[in-house]
Nanobody
Framework: QVQVVESGGGLVQAGGSLRLSCTAS????????MAWFRQAPGKEREFVAA???????TYGDSVKGRFTISRDNAKKTVYLQMNSLRPEDTAVYYC?????????????WGQGTQVTVSS
């Protein structure tokens, strides 16, 4: 069982920045495929960003050029640096782990952290 815990959410003004952190348990974290998703009220869950064991990254169209995903395997942590935030970025952000490294199915999810961007 992999435990996933997010932190770093909060309230920020439009144009500001936040950094989310996500720690995942397990001895083979360096091989995990990790991702961030978000869900706004009344909307479907949306893919935000992902990073694999080779540090290759992918991003959702709505965040490209503004958000950056990274990882620190020694700390078993993935980060989401969010810059130039917009009110439409307001959502609960979830971190997900794929220990098998498939990048298509995420078996473990965190509880979510709220990000609110005021206009």
């Amino acid at each position: 069982q992999v435990q996933v815990v997010e932190s770093g959410g909060g309230l920020v003004q439009a144009g500001g920045s936040l950094r989310l952190s996500c720690t995942a348990s397990g001895d083979t974290f360096s091989s995990y495929h990790m991702a961030w998703f978000r869900q706004a009220p009344g909307k479907e869950r949306e893919f935000v960003a992902a990073i694999n064991w080779m540090y290759s990254t992918t991003y959702g169209d709505s965040v490209k050029g503004r958000f950056t995903i990274s990882r620190d395997n020694a700390k078993k942590t993935v980060y989401l640096q969010m810059n130039s935030l917009r009110p439409e970025d307001t959502a609960v952000y979830y971190c997900a782990a794929d220990p098998l490294g498939r990048g298509s199915e995420y078996d473990y999810w965190g509880q979510g952290t709220q990000v609110t961007v005021s206009s």
